[in-house]
């Protein structure tokens, strides 16, 4: 009878390997003795994904393309974040120079394949052992040297104490006169400090949210790049060099972006946005719209759309309707790969505007369909995507604001189509509304 897991996983592991087969083999196997595997079939993501989120060990394998084990434990042995995790090497080959090679770039341990189960549970619970000890062993280290250091100080305060007794004696009767005369003062000042400290306190938390949920991947995607720019730079094809650029690159436009959301974000909550009317060119924002999709370093999905807008030009806000755009299209295409479709329709009625964004990509789980509008949450199946969740927060409010609604179809694993109604006003047909549609 196999083992019952544990509820609580006995540790994280990273599980690199480009074979599929294995990496089922291997999860199966752990997860039947308690533990949490994530999985990476290239060996040159496992820095970002180490970086991002910190196993207690990494099962890494030897032969594999693009990156092999022994590239991919040098880059995690050079970088401070990523050293103290514990690298066991998973490979077909039993070569003696392969096993020193191992070793020689800061791997713990080597497993053969095909590997016996009870050796590799053996073997992980035994580096995972001693990096719990080694923990233990830092953290008592840190605990002695403060309490000596605590003992220090007490020692020196106590002689200060001694050597300052008399003369705070005598100053004991001022001070105490001082102290009346301040008193009132004194209680004016703390219920002063308490409503500064209970502004700093709100403010400390929404400053901790935002850049926990905002800033950690792209700043990872920065450290990274440029770690491996300053490290390996004399050994980098000038595409490689290029392709760290563009993800540098990339990161500052997705931290901007971030930055952008996050204020407007906080100007639809705090009620400050202010509705400015005017005649919209509906495809001339569609056009904008996809324009700065095409600047995007990485390759997106086929565009494919149909415009048929009202006889005259709507009466909207244009603000709010390029964001609502330009978010609905950014999630299709990042949840989409670029070999797929995403279809764009844009239609109205008699006082409707409806905006229809229709992609082949993932999906979201049923699950998370009801959270999915909340700011910073993501899909469980969208961890490994760069993003905040603020997309669809942001869409939604828009709509919320113009007086609409937003509406989501999704199936996993086949794509999602999301529609936005829109109220709006036709504009009057006078040489002034033609005169400010020209002038965009």
Not at 351 to 362: C, E, K, P, R, S
Request: glycine share 6%.
């Amino acid at each position: 009878m196999p083992p019952i897991p544990p509820s609580t996983p006995k540790g994280d592991i990273l599980a690199v390997d480009d074979q599929p087969d294995n990496l089922v083999l291997i999860a199966q196997t752990l997860k039947l003795h308690g533990y949490k595997v994530r999985k990476l079939l290239k060996g040159e993501h496992t820095f970002d994904a180490a970086q991002t989120s910190p196993p207690d060990l990494i099962l890494l394998d030897i032969r594999m393309p693009n990156m092999n084990g022994f590239e991919v434990c040098k880059q995690l042995k050079s970088d401070p974040h990523t050293a103290s995790i514990p690298v066991i090497f998973l490979s077909a080959s039993g070569e003696t120079l392969d096993k020193v090679e191992g070793f020689s770039v800061g791997g713990e341990d080597y497993i053969t394949k095909p590997f016996d189960t009870a050796e590799m549970i053996a073997r992980i619970e035994h580096h995972l052992r001693l990096e719990r000890l080694k923990r233990e062993l830092q953290r008592q280290n840190q605990q002695l040297q403060q309490e000596v250091a605590e003992r220090q100080q007490a020692q020196q305060a106590l002689q200060e104490i001694n050597q300052t007794l008399e003369e705070r004696v005598q100053r004991r009767t001022q001070e105490l006169t001082h102290a009346n005369q301040q008193l009132a003062h004194l209680g004016e000042q703390l219920q002063q400090s308490l409503r500064q400290e209970q502004t700093l306190n709100q403010l400390r938390s929404r400053l901790i949210t935002t850049i926990s949920h905002e800033y950690r991947t792209p700043l990872a995607v920065i450290s990274s790049s440029i770690g491996i720019l300053d490290t390996y730079f004399d050994r980098l094809t000038p595409d490689m060099r290029q392709m760290h650029i563009n993800r540098i690159q990339g990161a500052i436009q997705r931290s901007v972006q971030m930055l952008e959301n996050a204020l407007f974000v906080n100007q639809l909550e705090s009620g400050s946005l202010e509705l400015v009317t005017a005649p919209v060119d509906l495809e001339g924002l569609v056009t904008a719209a996809i324009a700065a999709l095409n600047q995007q370093t990485e390759p997106i999905p086929t565009l494919q759309v149909a415009i048929a807008p009202p006889p005259r030009p709507p009466l909207l806000d244009e603000r709010l309707l390029q964001r609502i755009l330009g978010n609905l299209l950014e999630n299709a295409v990042k949840f989409s790969e670029p070999d797929t479709e995403i279809c764009l329709q844009v239609h109205s009625s008699d006082h409707h505007i409806t905006l229809q964004v229709a992609d082949q990509g993932m999906g979201i789980p049923a699950a998370d369909l009801d959270h999915v509008y909340d700011a910073f949450y993501r899909a469980d199946n969208a961890e490994n995507i760069p993003g905040v969740g603020l997309g669809l927060t942001i869409a939604r409010d828009c709509i919320a604001l113009l007086g609409g609604q937003l509406t989501l179809n999704s199936t996993l694993g086949q794509g999602t189509t999301a529609i936005a109604t829109v109220p709006y006003h036709p504009s009057p047909d006078t040489p002034a509304c033609a005169q400010a549609l020209e002038s965009r």
